[in-house]
């Protein structure tokens, strides 16, 4: 499954730079399902898109996060090593104006 979550992605995404990405992914919260023409705005919004790129670009995200969500792309094991150290000096709700 990964390796068609892998391919699918690669072919839909390859093409959108990563500010188009962002830019995407904010309209797609600005223009929920309700709104009219929203395929329209989402790709006004974007950029150098058109209503179908963004249409497939929506459908491809869809299936990997149905992907993801159902358990068949492994989370990555991140290490995270992360020290912190209080300094009163530091936290800004003890500076005095």
Do not use: C
Not at 1 to 18: D, I, K, Q, V, Y
Not at 38 to 49: F, P
């Amino acid at each position: 499954m990964a390796s068609t979550l892998s391919s699918r992605s690669s072919s839909s995404f390859s093409s959108w730079t990563p500010n188009q990405n962002k830019l995407f992914e904010r309209a797609l919260a600005l223009y929920d399902k309700d709104t009219p023409d929203r395929w329209q705005n989402v790709a006004e919004a974007v950029g150098g898109k058109s209503i179908e790129e963004v249409k497939s670009h929506y459908e491809a995200l869809i299936e990997d996060l149905k992907h993801i969500e159902s358990g068949h792309v492994p989370i990555p094991n991140y290490r995270l090593q992360v020290s912190y150290k209080y300094s009163p000096s530091l936290d800004y709700r003890f500076r005095t104006q």
